[in-house]
């Protein structure tokens, strides 16, 4: 850090500190920022200074620092957490008491004087006017190296440098802006404009002449001049004000001139290596960069900025040229949308706008009045899907030919009109897609489209787009590389429709229009139909069923495939599209689909079909209407005939042919989980837990649930929670409850459990304590109560896991002897009577507590609580507990465990209503007078505070189970 490198570095950070000394108010607020300039500068660590100076601390005290941590940590060890002061600020002290540190500090201290000085002496030559020196530029010039980028993209950033300009300086580059001085006064004029802060130049008395001359550089035939006007404009981009309007304006209207003048000469595509190409491509890259970042602004911006730039941005989009002479190319008009589709096929900018109400608003009022914007893109949607003529491998045969041009990196040179019309379609199907799914936006529908006679409904649009995955008639068939295959029509639609089924409102898809057209390639191989000798593909059904598969995944949309648009739910029919889904399914499956139609579907087919079937059996309503067809039963018939052949499949050795041999079990496989998996989701109803038993395939189904539930794979693509309800049907029956414990799911849950409220099985270190548990049960151990009574609320389940089941007996208990079935759990939560039981749990209290409130609501259910009371005792074991719990005898200990035994007891010994007993709290009371107004005890009866006075003494002894019991 000496010479003349530390005066360039020195000189770039100062020149950083301009807009932070320009935004201050007062010396002491620029002082401020400056001393904490780190805070606030997110390229403070890119600076060759802050480099320099970093390298050179690592240089000089990097060993010494290294040198006193090693002779902490040896000397003291862990010891020194003990200590109030920390490793870091002991070695801190240290270095900073050391001679290497004040050596260090007088070398810097010295050099950055003279350095200051320097600077300071020669102010005008290192930072006047264009005066930034060679090496600055240099570093400038590294920021835009990629030459692809200097083409067809300009950063939004400051250059490196940036001056002040005064008002006799603005008039005098206004006046060599002008179009009639000299083209190396203008240039000259422009790299100075450059150099200065764009939002002040806006600012100033002289903007409107600069803005002539600007636009006219802009205009200019010398690609040079133009290309660094478009530089200034993108650096007044880089921050979002009231001045960037005029700007963005700016450029808008120079596009406005330029497409009037080149719409015309673009009606054989766009060749970049010409010149007038290259501006529009520039200028249109230039635009989509600030759409793309002006949304994140926009709730900075007065309302009129943002109307002004909307207006400005439909008025360019509007724009288009009709040729008068027919044009062997194409007929549809070229317009500044084909230009802004090659930037941005998707339409993001679209997409960002309309993301929120303060920028969607004003769009749509002023889409109402630019309504030509809406009606080109549909009527091209419509030519397109009538014509359905896709270039040949998404390019047409021209591009096959001339299009293939391209620079050294690989890029497009050459791009024909037909690509340029197909990329058009691409970005009006993205703009009407993301148009739909707003109300607002669905109130341009019906439109009425030149050249069409009746208004084009939204249901007629949907219903024209779905022909391109449907009618595979006039498509030409290619084989797709992985690049072509995003821009696919057909993936292009089903993305489209699979959004909007996604929207919460999904009325316009619920039409038997809509679905009837989807649902076409099906009912024509049901019903055997001659389609012309045109069949469609396999990705054509499988777009068909991921588009299914997200219509049903809504409950509107399950109603809707269920009964119809009419959605009569009385009336059975089975015209309705669930009844034939349902249908080709089956036929699928089983192989018995018409032959001279097609080849049998593929399994991947077949799935994705009853993927869909799946979605509606899994409620009651949808179980019902489709039961006629016995999926269950077909499901079941398929697992097993795929579990013969897997087990008859040969092994492959090395010698075989690889081929079939190989893929055949793996695809065997898949299909076995995908069948077991399909037949696992009829266990979301209890009507479906019986059908499934009745097929002999629970044990199966369950394992491959506990499979996925272990890897903690998602239950499907169009379910975003767990096997939660599923496992909770499945442990109401019996049958349910010995599948989910051969499994493994509950001694999973259990180990779970026990690892959150005690410890695990690995012995890896702990580095700090778990927080300190303020609720009974606390977040972590929520979640594994809730698992639990998942499979114990029901009578059932509790019998199959505790009939005759008695309690362990054991002489020891460790503290890493972790419990595997439930009768262990409960041994070790709830009868915790023994000193020996409470001394191997790191955490009493709070296990305990899980463990009685648990069994607090499991024996909400009666007959739970006669069958753990007449194997376990429960009553008496918490008596003993309270009684153990008292001060001489007396007075029970009121502590969180004599609360939840309180509880139970009360509970289980009362039967009634809240008129018929009074259920005591789980806590003391907030007012200090009464801790706890009800008494404690540990012998029955009750006392009479538990009983209402209106029920009496009778209710009392007319409601006690312990008398029951004894009886």
Known sequence: MEGPELVNSLRQLVISFEPYLRNASSYEQAQEVLLNLEAHDENFHRYQFVSQLRAKIDESLGGLIEDEF????????????????????????????????????????????????????????EFGSGRHGPDFEDVRDKRHSNEMDANMSFSSSYPGSLMFMNQDQAQKLAEELDPHRSLEDRQCSLHTLCSLAPLDVVASDQWSDIRRGLLAALEDPDLNLATKSLKFIAQGFSTVTSQTKELYLLLVDYLVDL???????????????????????????????????VPSYWIRCPEILVEQVIESTLKLFSMQHVSTVASSVTNIPMTALHLMALIDPKAMWFNKWMHGSYSRIPLLQKLDGQKKIIENAV?????FTASRKIPFDLMSDISDTLSRVSNSDGHRMHYTRHEMDYIYFIHSLNLLGKL???????????????????????????????????????????????????????????DMLKVLCIHHDVTILCKDEVTNTLLSPISHWLDDEDTGGHACPESAYLHIADILAQLAASSQGRQHLLYGEGQDRFTRTKSSAAHIIADFAKKAINYDLPGDFA????????????????????????????????????????????????????TPTP??????????????????????????????????????????????????????????????????????????QLAATAAGMVALRQSGFIQSIINNT???????????????????????????????????????TSYAAVYEVLHEQPLPSHENYTFRQMPNTVIEL??????????????????????????????????????????????????????????????????????????????????????????????????????????????????????????????????????????????
């Open 70 to 125: 090693e002779r902490f940590s040896m000397s003291q060890g862990s010891d020194v957490a003990s200590d109030q002061k920390t490793v870091v600020q002991k070695v801190t002290d240290q270095v900073l008491k050391s001679r290497e540190f004040e050596n260090l500090t007088h070398y810097l201290r010295t050099n950055v004087s003279q350095a200051a000085q320097t600077l300071q002496n020669n102010f005008e030559q």
């Open 259 to 293: 497409c009037k003048k080149n719409l015309s000469r673009l009606k054989n595509g766009v060749d970049v290596r010409k010149s007038e190409h290259i501006r529009i491509i520039r200028s249109f890259r230039l635009l989509n960069e600030f759409q793309l970042i």
């Open 379 to 383: 009527k091209h949607c419509l030519e």
């Open 436 to 494: 739909l799914c707003h109300k607002e936006g669905r109130k341009f529908f019906p439109i009425k489209v030149k050249d069409i006679s009746e208004p084009i409904s939204i249901t007629k649009f949907l219903c024209s787009l779905i022909q391109l995955i449907v009618d595979p008639g006039n498509l030409v068939t290619v084989k797709y590389n992985p690049v072509s295959q995003q821009f696919d029509p057909g993936i292009l639609v089903t």
């Open 599 to 650: 080849a049998p579907p593929s399994t991947i087919v077949t799935g994705s079909f009853v993927y869909i079937c799946r979605q509606l059996y899994n409620t009651c309503e949808g179980l019902l209407a489709m039961n006629a067809y016995e999926l269950h039963t077909t499901l079941a018939e398929a697992l097993n005939e795929v579990s013969r052949e897997l087990d008859m499949a040969s």
């Open 655 to 728: 010698g075989s042919d690889s081929g079939s041999d190989i893929d055949d079990p793996k695809k065997l496989s898949i299909w076995s989980d995908t069948l077991k998996d399909n037949l696992l989701n009829f266990a979301a109803t209890p009507k479906g837990v019986l059908l499934l038993q009745q097929t002999h395939t629970m044990p199966e189904c369950v394992s491959y649930m506990y499979s996925r539930y272990r890897n903690k794979l998602q239950v499907s693509k169009c379910e975003k929670f767990g096997y939660g309800t599923m496992v909770s």
């Open 754 to 792: 026990w690892t959150v409220l005690e410890c695990g099985l690995d012995d890896s270190p702990v580095f700090h304590g778990k927080i300190w548990a303020v609720e009974p049960v606390y977040k972590d151990a929520h979640k594994q109560l809730i698992n639990l009574l998942k499979v114990l």
């Open 826 to 967: 409960i041994d070790r939560l709830v009868f915790v009577d023994k000193d020996i039981k409470i001394h191997s749990l790191f955490n009493y209290e709070q296990s305990h507590v899980f463990g009685l409130r648990m069994f607090g609501i499991i024996m909400s259910c009666l007959d739970t609580f006669l069958l753990i009371q007449s194997q376990y005792k429960i009553q008496e074991m918490l008596l003993s507990c309270q009684e153990a719990n008292s001060i001489n005898d007396r007075d029970i200990i009121l502590d969180m465990l004599s609360f939840e035994r309180n509880y139970i007891l009360v509970k289980t010994y009362l039967i009634g209503g809240p008129s018929e007993r009074v259920i005591p709290p789980r806590s003391i009371s907030e007012d200090s007078s009464v801790s706890f107004p009800y008494p404690l005890f540990s012998t029955y009866p009750v006392p009479r505070e538990y009983v209402p006075n209106v029920a009496g003494r009778s209710a009392m002894k007319q409601g006690t189970i312990y008398a029951m019991t004894e009886v």
